[in-house]
């Protein structure tokens, strides 16, 4: 019972999170929603026992995407010297564009019935993680220092002239 509370409590804040992004005209703000969104949907992760899919989520959307658009954003509004507003056009018809695709899925869950889940073989984070630590290590590092490299590189644009 606590994973369906968990479940539609994620949810409602996914949807609200999503539709404050696409409604709020405070581009900053609406990044900062759009992380509250991906935070909510790295929980629906969990709540499905996928613990490596949520700590991806967390660290590179809700932590690295985020963060690479707040330093476009402080980029362009020093380079362009005005605040940045962001205006939604078309929401009717992006609101019946999405009622469609909702229906759409809708009748393919309903369509396909109840999903039975397999049985687990094992743990296999472990194996995933040596994996990626493998062979993969030194570009997961070079990648780190790139975002370090950018994140000074906005800092120093962004600064206030003295």
Do not use: C, K
Request: no cysteine.
């Amino acid at each position: 019972m606590t994973e369906t509370l968990g479940f539609w409590v994620a949810a409602v804040v996914l949807v609200a999170a999503s539709l404050a992004v696409v409604l709020t005209p405070n581009l900053f703000h609406a990044v900062l929603w759009l992380a509250a969104a991906l935070v909510a949907t790295g929980g629906v992760f969990l709540l499905l026992d996928s613990p490596f899919l949520f700590g991806v989520q967390l660290l590179l959307y809700a932590g690295g995407v985020v963060t690479i658009v707040v330093f476009a954003i402080m980029l362009t509004e020093r380079l362009v010297g005005e605040s940045i507003r962001q205006t939604s056009r078309f929401v009717f018809n992006g609101a019946v564009l999405a009622a469609a695709v909702f229906v759409g899925i809708l009748g393919f869950l309903l369509q396909a019935g109840a999903v039975t889940r397999p049985a687990a073989v094992g743990d296999q984070l472990g194996d995933l993680g040596r994996a990626l630590v493998g062979p993969f290590a030194a570009p997961l590092q070079l990648l780190g220092v790139l975002l370090v490299i950018a994140l000074l590189g906005a800092l120093y644009f962004a600064r206030a002239e003295d």
